[in-house]
């Protein structure tokens, strides 16, 4: 399936139907009454996140979702019909923005969450409505009120517990396909991963979802490389996993480098917990391993983990590492939701 974490789309809500104006007509009654029904109301246009989407491709082909109208009152009192809503799939984790994508609409983030893009206009009055002691034959009625028409932006940002960063090359896609199902493009030229690929791991009986994400490099917050718009899916990521190449000259410099760009890129991405691994070790001798490992060390003022991703080494390590940090969070999170729906 393609990826495409950004769309626009166009939507109309339903207009309302018209009220009616009628009387009442038998034999043998006089002075039957308005009996014009309301108009139905307009369909609205929702938006619902849906588990099993991980991208917005569906909506390069289909950009156009209008509500039904609804249907004109009767006579006889009869109610036209609503208008049927017109509803968007979209991915868990999307956000809905205004034309402008600033104003943020809707974030849905939980499946089966659910919010109203545009409302559909209500029904008119039929002439049933306007009678009264004064006016016991009105001849009026409302027009059904029009619906909302709007140019929205979606933006996928996927909820992975875990995101991989790390300069291209630094191995990020191999260490996903080492422990996931999933299957990344892996070369050994920089900029293989152009697009964020997920993956659910299993350690323990537990699992966690991680995201590998295209490489970052110097300049990226300014466009350099592919530039930074991929963080936008590391965002809510509990945990970042900081890859680092061995082979690099400078291990130290690497790791500096792209914690440089996360911080210029903001949201929250520096703050976030981190787990720092100095990869291709099976490509080392010992000593390169002390050295480097040293420099990542000091660069990183904590405890980093060597493995090989290639050979599995020291990977199973890591994932329980990752394990214990993403309950943690899981757990303060929750702790902080309950603390702040007991405030009054
Ligand atoms: N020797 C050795 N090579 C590795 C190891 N991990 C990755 N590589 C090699 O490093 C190269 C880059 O690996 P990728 O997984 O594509 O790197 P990436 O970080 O995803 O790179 P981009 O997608 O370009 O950002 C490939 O040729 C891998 O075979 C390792 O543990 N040991
Ligand atoms: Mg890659």
Redesign the pocket.
Known sequence: MKFLDEAKVYIRSGNGGNGCVSFRREKFIEFGGPNGGDGGKGGDVIAEAVYGLNTLIDYRYQQHFFAKNGGAGMGKGRHGANGADALLKVPVGTQIYEEDGETLLADLTERGQQAVLARGGNGGFGNAHFKSSTNRAPRRANPGQTGEELTIRLRLKLIADVG?V????????????AVSAAK???????????QPQLGVVGVDGREFVLA?I??LIEGAHEGVGLGDRFLGHVERCRVLLH?I???ADDAGKAYKTVRDELSAYGHGLSAKPEIVIL?????LTPQEIKKQAGRLRRAAEQDVFV?????GEGVRDVLRALMALIEATRAKSEGKREHAAWQP
């Open positions: 991989i790390g300069l291209p090359n630094a191995g990020k896609s191999t260490f996903l396909a990344p493009k892996i070369a050994d030229y920089p900029f293989t991963t152009l590998d295209p490489g890859l190449d061995g082979t990869n291709k070790a099976d490509a493995i090989s991703a290639a050979s």
